[in-house]
Every structure is written in structure tokens, then in C-alpha cells.
């Protein structure tokens, strides 16, 4: 794991970031993303400018980050093996790795070394992951916690933290799509669709009205409908038609509408973007090739941007080339504790059990159709009530950081979040 930057602060935050299951070829998708994204994207003291929500392809520029966390927390940066710089170093090869536990255990190990070569013992630590990076933080920390690394706080963006339970994972009408419904509604909302389209100032009311109601009377009649076909009463199709904008006919032939198809149907003529849908571009333009224009409008400018940006700001040489996506998911080994797909909030769980101060902040998008924001709330809940779990909640998609109010309002949320631990000891 050679690809690294240390800048001093307060605390330690390690910023762990892969991108989820799936993705589109490229960038942040899938095991197999470095952390590109995290490192020119977020918090640290450099950023490329992001023109996120536009449809646009921004001029490359890198600019000194205002809302970095450098007065707060030290960041680090850490690639898994194959990304990045990051090798493996004889006998072993980067493909031993790939897998959940595999390489939750090299992390582990990254991190003890990290703190005693640093003699950072004392330091209050936090751990950070994005999407893919969400779930191996749950198993990361319960590993640590095992290993007497004691973590001060958690943070969750854009988690995926049960593959078993989001529909974008499985085959809709396998199981319930029903995490996804509040975000079709916030995004038919933000495009003019729902009806009536909201102001503003009902935004937070509007989605709300969403969750109850999937929780309500979509869970109801999407459980009937999974387990005997039953068709859903007229009611809730309407309730569907009236938050999306989408057709009768349309909800009643795709009852449990997984992301994709609602990314290509729900704007007619033009094609969401996965990671952020507030992003659309006409259907079969260069922006659509991808399948994601969201992706296609960033993706070239933090590919280009992090090697230089290593080698020449950092004066960091390595003898291969930096690796900023190694597509890698089908060689990947989901299993995790007896299940082929993994399911982290057991692990989460017991590294709180082990740690009772353990806190947690889970980030949202709204517009995120890969790691939906009302999946990662039935997922928590399974943890119960806690206060030591909070949830933020932004305009933004899967990269919440990318939209600039959305990472001014993330940054004042880090802070407390990390000061919180710090200032109480």
C-alpha cells in the first residue's frame, strides 16, 4: 500500500475509499477503484474543481481546498493492492487480495503499522470509507478492535454495508426495491417530474412523505407482489405515478424498478447518471457511452489530475504506474462470514459491542442510485437505536463532496463529527 499522504493535523483519519459493486467500467465503480476520488475530491488541501450538477466537462483545475480537514484531522490515503501504487510484494500476487476478507486483513495490517511506526497510539482514530470503502470499514473495524487498535469514530459515505439487500445488486423481483423509492422520488423531484413538483422549502417533507410510504404501503404490496405475483392496488401505483412522474402502465409492468431502468425511463429522451442523478444527458450522446454521464463528465480530469498531481506536488515516484481503476470486480471474492455476497452490519455490531464509544456517521446522497440513502437507513436500523449512530444527508449523489454546497455542509459536519471525540478527551 505505497501510495500514501500523511499531513499533519490533530487526530488521524484514514480515509479508506473503494467505489461499490458494479459500476461502469471505469473511475469510482466497483473493487478496483484507488482512491482518486477521496484524495483529489473531498478534504484534502488540494481539489479539482467539479462544475457537479452540469452536464458539463470542467477545464482541468486544481485549487487550494478550502474545506480541507487539515486543521482538524491528518488524512491518509490508502489504495488496496492493485490500485493505485499499491503491490503486492513477492511471494504473495495482488489477486491474493481481492476478496472481503482478504483485503480487510491487509488493511488491518496497513493501519497497526501505520500507528506504530508514526507512534500514533494516543491519537484518536477514525476510519473513512466510500461505498465499497463502507463495507470493508465494518469489517476493518471489528479487525482492529480484535487487534486492541481502539477506533474513535466511524464514517460511512455512500454505504453499501448489505449486499443482500439492495435490489441494484440482485436481479429486481428477486427482492424489494424498496430503498430505492425515496430516491426516484428526490430525483423526479429535482428534474420537474413528481407531481406537484415541490418548492425547496417542502424538499425535506417530500422526501419524508417518500420514505413513510415506501415503508408503508410499497412494502406491503411489494411483499405480496414478490411472493405470489399479486397485482399492487391502485392506490400505490398512484402514489408512484405522483412522486415520479412516471407513467401508469410503466410502474405497473416494472412494479420493483430496480436503478437501471429507472436511470434510462425516468426523463423521457435522456439518460440519469448513476452515481449523481441529477446529471442527464440526451440518450445516445458521447456523455451516455459510459452508462453514467455523471461519471463520464469527472472521470477523465481525476484520472489524469492524480499521477501528476502525486509526482509533481508530492515529489511521490514509484516504478509503476499509478493504477486509478483495475477492473477487477468479477475476480472479486464477495463471500464473507458463511454468505456469497457479504453482509458487514454483524461486523459493525460487534466492534461496537467491543468498543461502546464507538461512533458512527453514515453520509448520504440524495441523488445516489448506487448506494440509495434509505437502503443505508433500513440497513443501520438493524443496530437499533443508538445516539452514537447519526446520519447526514446531502444535495448531492454518490460522491456527496463533488458538489460544493453539499462538501461545505459535509465539512462543517466532519468537523463536529471528529471534535465531538476529540475535544471530549
Known amino acids: 500500500m505505497a501510495n500514501r499522504t500523511k499531513l499533519r493535523g490533530v487526530a488521524a483519519l484514514y480515509a479508506l475509499m473503494l467505489a461499490a459493486c458494479g459500476g461502469s467500467g471505469g473511475g469510482n465503480g466497483g473493487p478496483g477503484s484507488a482512491s482518486a476520488f477521496l484524495h483529489l475530491g473531498s478534504f484534502g488541501p488540494r481539489r479539482l474543481v467539479s462544475t457537479i450538477p452540469s452536464a458539463s466537462i470542467a477545464p482541468v483545475q486544481l485549487v487550494d481546498n478550502q474545506e480541507t480537514l487539515l486543521a482538524q484531522a491528518d488524512l491518509v490515503f490508502v489504495d488496496a493492492i492493485g490500485t493505485g501504487f499499491s503491490q503486492a510484494v513477492a511471494p504473495s500476487a495482488n489477486q491474493d487480495f481481492w476478496g472481503v476478507d482478504s483485503d480487510a486483513a491487509a488493511f488491518r495490517d496497513f493501519v497497526q503499522r501505520y500507528i506504530a511506526v508514526n507512534k500514533r497510539e494516543a491519537s484518536p482514530k477514525f476510519l473513512l470509507g466510500e461505498s465499497y470503502g463502507a463495507p470493508r470499514t465494518a469489517v476493518l473495524a471489528n479487525l482492529l478492535e480484535i487487534a486492541g487498535v481502539q477506533l474513535a469514530g466511524v464514517v460511512l459515505h455512500s454505504a453499501i454495508m448489505d449486499y443482500n439487500s439492495n435490489c441494484g ?3 429486481p423481483g428477486a427482492i424489494s426495491c424498496e430503498g430505492y423509492i425515496p430516491t426516484y422520488a428526490a430525483t423526479s423531484a429535482y428534474h420537474g417530474r413528481a407531481m406537484p413538483t415541490p418548492t425547496p422549502a417542502d424538499f425535506g417533507a417530500f422526501v419524508q412523505q417518500a420514505r413513510s410510504f415506501a415503508a ?3 412494502r406491503s404490496a411489494i411483499a405480496a407482489y414478490l411472493a405470489n405475483k399479486v397485482a399492487p392496488p391502485a392506490s400505490v401505483i398512484a402514489q408512484l405515478v405522483n412522486d415520479t412522474g412516471m407513467p401508469t402502465l ?19 429522451g435522456q439518460l440519469l447518471g448513476r452515481y449523481d442523478a441529477r446529471v442527464s444527458a440526451p440518450a445516445g450522446s ?10 463520464t463528465v469527472i472521470n477523465a480530469a481525476f484520472t ?3 499521477a501528476t498531481y502525486l509526482a509533481g506536488e508530492l515529489h511521490y515516484s514509484a516504478r509503476s504506474g499509478y493504477v486509478s481503476f483495475n477492473d477487477i470486480v468479477n475476480r472479486w471474492n464477495f463471500s464473507h462470514d458463511g454468505r456469497q455476497l457479504p453482509d458487514t452490519l454483524p461486523d459493525l455490531a460487534a466492534a461496537m459491542a467491543l468498543n461502546p464509544k464507538l461512533r458512527v456517521m453514515a453520509v448520504n446522497g440524495y441523488h445516489d442510485l448506487a448506494t440509495p440513502f434509505h437502503q443505508t437507513e433500513l440497513d443501520l436500523a438493524r443496530l437499533g437505536a443508538n445516539p452514537l449512530i447519526v446520519l447526514k444527508y446531502y444535495a448531492s449523489g454518490h460522491m456527496t463532496y463533488l458538489d460544493d454546497t453539499a462538501r461545505r455542509l459535509q465539512q462543517s459536519d466532519l468537523i463536529n463529527f471528529v471534535n465531538s471525540v476529540t475535544v471530549a478527551q
Do not use: H, K
Open 216 to 218: 408503508g404501503d410499497y
Open 250 to 268: 410503466t410502474w405497473q409492468q416494472n412494479f420493483d424498478m430496480g436503478p437501471g431502468y429507472y436511470q434510462a425511463n425516468a426523463v423521457p
Open 286 to 295: 458521447a456523455l451516455t457511452v459510459d452508462g453514467d454521464p455523471s461519471l
Open 169 to 171: 445488486v440482485l436481479d
Open 304 to 306: 489524469s489530475s492524480i
